[in-house]
């Protein structure tokens, strides 16, 4: 029997123990040397086009039931690759590729054609059919990869909102909307946060689905919906049209479309700011709901002619609800003209015409600066809601402390910031200013059920419910020659139910076409939107409903 010999154990070890650290190093070499262009290229185009990101936070819309929805997350997309220095016939491949890739077989010609390019990507985002199409084809110059990147679900109408994530002189950050407002939170260091938004998934995709559809039959330039508890400041909804695709932001020629109308984009509002200048009478003492005045269809500021929409109709005693009902501009400069004009200019200041909101994303004041001039017409013209600017978000806080019991809220988006950790943040109001008393409050709210009873809001009504609004047509101004264009913009701003609002909702179409007033344009949109709401958030009637026949 043959003496075992530990020496030559040590030595298979020895030996082992060297070639795997050859294996090792061979594997190093081959990685860090031999493929050292391609993972430099590989590293270097992921820094400068792919978007890739540590994990992002993610922003959830919600539903009645708080069941999350999302509106941008991380998402696994696969792309495919070339390694040109191994590509023998660029043109061949290019035929190939083409149908596959839906893509110009010369652009693939070109890309594949680069003799010392060790990586190019040939198209992200490819489905699963692709990359097995890709794979059939055993070229060994073709490869399949992954990468994150920042995905927005489609069918939401909420591309301004949210924003997207892109890239500015610092690397990748997030741009526009609440991708970039939250940014820092997005983008944690080292415990990133998730948010959960006001934003109910359902009544933001049926106010958006509302809009389109209105804009379309009404061949406007452009409009916007939104939804707000006014109460408490929390926006429901907020859609806006045109929009752009998040997803392929980079194919956007027109960057003003980023921009959110809704906070960015001031206009004159027109006769919907007349609740506001009513508002202010009687708060004052200078009117009540039942002061007359004698309208003759129109009337005369120093030497400015202003008349009512149709100026020979509804003349003779109106009372100031009648005022609101029929949208009497003659009416709204007799209110103007019985306040003083310190106090009529401080009033719309305390309700924030000229102001930021406090909205949680990026935003424009409003502009009432011709009044400062303190000129008497300007006064008048700013009654009926022209030669004053205010953004849609705006007017909304305006008319809901007008609807709340006179007290001025802030509108917000996010209502709750959770991070990684575990830890939340939730959205905290800072403390509401009172603009009117509760007992004014309640007399223009019944003022503007009227509207909607006996105005120009009558094709709002639903039965069941008490609705208040108020509609309004404005000019658009010539900002070129001076004056003002021959196009409107129309407005219609309810709520209900009237005396308990579980909502405010702002209608706006831009140049619409068609019709002259808004009551026939906006209103029926509200009217839709409304009885959605209604049943989807299970609201009861506040009135009974009259008898079928």
Same mark, same amino acid.
Do not use: C
């Given at each position: 029997?043959?003496?075992?010999?530990?020496?030559?154990?040590?030595?298979?070890?020895?030996?082992?123990?060297?070639?795997?650290?050859?294996?090792?190093?061979?594997?190093?070499?081959?990685?860090?040397?031999?493929?050292?262009?391609?993972?430099?290229?590989?590293?270097?185009?992921?820094?400068?086009?792919?978007?890739?990101?540590?994990?992002?936070?993610?922003?959830?819309?919600?539903?009645?039931?708080?069941?999350?929805?999302?509106?941008?997350?991380?998402?696994?997309?696969?792309?495919?690759?070339?390694?040109?220095?191994?590509?023998?016939?660029?043109?061949?491949?290019?035929?190939?590729?083409?149908?596959?890739?839906?893509?110009?077989?010369?652009?693939?010609?070109?890309?594949?054609?680069?003799?010392?390019?060790?990586?190019?990507?040939?198209?992200?985002?490819?489905?699963?059919?692709?990359?097995?199409?890709?794979?059939?084809?055993?070229?060994?110059?073709?490869?399949?990869?992954?990468?994150?990147?920042?995905?927005?679900?489609?069918?939401?109408?909420?591309?301004?909102?949210?924003?997207?994530?892109?890239?500015?002189?610092?690397?990748?950050?997030?741009?526009?909307?609440?991708?970039?407002?939250?940014?820092?939170?997005?983008?944690?260091?080292?415990? *990133?946060?998730?948010?959960? /938004? !006001?934003?109910?998934?359902? +009544?933001?995709?049926? &106010?958006? $689905?509302?809009?389109?559809?209105?804009?379309?039959?009404?061949?406007?330039?452009?409009?916007?919906?939104?939804?707000?508890?006014?109460?408490?400041?929390?926006?429901?909804?907020?859609?806006?049209?045109?929009?752009?695709?998040?997803?392929?932001?980079?194919?956007?020629?027109?960057?003003?479309?980023?921009?959110?109308?809704?906070?960015?984009?001031?206009?004159?509002?027109? *006769?919907?700011?007349?609740? /506001? !200048?009513?508002?202010?009478? +009687?708060?004052?003492? &200078?009117? $009540?709901?039942?002061?007359?005045?004698?309208?003759?269809?129109?009337?005369?500021?120093?030497?400015?002619?202003?008349s009512n929409s149709i100026p020979d109709k509804i003349l003779g005693w109106q009372t100031m609800t009648m005022v609101l009902e029929q949208s009497l501009n003659t009416g709204a400069v007799f209110v103007q003209q019985k306040i003083p004009k310190d106090v009529f200019l401080k009033y719309l200041k305390n309700f924030g015409v000229d102001s930021k909101t406090g909205i949680d994303v990026s935003e424009m004041p409003g502009d009432i600066s011709p009044l400062l001039t303190g000129r008497d017409v300007n006064f008048a013209t700013a009654s009926f809601g022209q030669g004053v600017a205010v953004t849609p978000v705006e007017l909304l806080r305006a008319l809901s402390a007008v609807t709340n019991g006179g007290k001025l809220i802030q509108p917000h988006l996010v209502s709750k910031i959770v991070f990684r950790d575990g830890n939340s943040r939730e959205f905290k109001e800072t403390s509401q200013t009172q603009i009117i008393s509760p007992e004014t409050s309640a007399k223009v709210v019944n003022m503007l059920v009227k509207v909607i009873e006996n105005g120009s809001g009558r094709r709002a009504q639903i039965k069941g419910y008490t609705i208040a609004?108020?509609?309004?047509?404005?000019?658009?101004?010539?900002?070129?020659?001076?004056?003002?264009?021959?196009?409107?913009?129309?407005?219609?701003?309810?709520?209900?139910?009237?005396?308990?609002?579980?909502?405010?909702?702002?209608?706006?179409?831009?140049?619409?076409?068609?019709?002259?007033?808004?009551?026939?344009?906006?209103?029926?949109?509200?009217?839709?939107?409304?009885?959605?709401?209604?049943?989807?958030?299970?609201?009861?009637?506040?009135?009974?409903?009259?008898?079928?026949?």
């Open positions: 029997m043959k003496k075992y010999n530990p020496e030559n154990r040590i030595i298979v070890l020895i030996f082992a123990f060297v070639l795997l650290g050859l294996l090792i190093w061979g594997r190093f070499f081959y990685l860090s040397v031999i493929l050292h262009d391609y993972y430099t290229a590989k590293a270097k185009n992921i820094n400068d086009n792919s978007g890739v990101v540590i994990p992002r936070g993610s922003i959830f819309l919600t539903d009645k039931n708080n069941l999350p929805y999302a509106a941008a997350l991380n998402k696994e997309f696969s792309f495919i690759y070339a390694v040109p220095q191994e590509v023998s016939d660029p043109t061949e491949l290019a035929k190939k590729l083409a149908p596959i890739l839906e893509l110009d077989e010369s652009v693939l010609t070109q890309k594949l054609s680069k003799k010392d390019d060790p990586y190019e990507i040939l198209k992200r985002k490819v489905s699963d059919t692709t990359v097995e199409a890709i794979k059939a084809l055993k070229e060994k110059a073709l490869g399949v990869d992954s990468e994150t990147l920042r995905y927005y679900p489609e069918g939401l109408h909420l591309s301004q909102v949210i924003g997207f994530l892109g890239f500015n002189k610092n690397g990748q950050a997030g741009q526009y909307g609440l991708e970039e407002y939250y940014d820092e939170e997005l983008s944690g260091l080292f415990s *990133s946060a998730d948010l959960i /938004l !006001t934003i109910d998934s359902a +009544i933001q995709v049926k &106010a958006g $689905t509302l809009l389109v559809d209105a804009v379309k039959e009404w061949g406007a330039d452009s409009g916007s919906i939104i939804v707000m508890n006014p109460k408490n400041g929390a926006l429901l909804a907020m859609a806006s049209f045109p929009e752009f695709d998040a997803n392929s932001y980079s194919a956007v020629s027109d960057k003003n479309i980023f921009m959110n109308p809704a906070t960015l984009k001031r206009y004159e509002p027109g *006769s919907v700011f007349k609740p /506001l !200048t009513m508002s202010i009478g +009687i708060e004052t003492g &200078a009117v $009540t709901p039942e002061t007359e005045y004698y309208n003759t269809g129109s009337v005369k500021v120093a030497d400015r002619i202003m609004g108020k509609t309004g047509t404005a000019q658009i101004p010539d900002l070129k020659n001076g004056g003002y264009l021959d196009e409107n913009i129309h407005t219609f701003v309810a709520f209900a139910p009237a005396y308990d609002p579980k909502f405010i909702a702002l209608i706006k179409l831009d140049s619409p076409k068609g019709s002259q007033f808004s009551e026939s344009t906006v209103v029926p949109v509200f009217k839709n939107l409304a009885q959605f709401i209604f049943s989807y958030l299970e609201i009861p009637p506040d009135k009974p409903v009259e008898q079928q026949p």
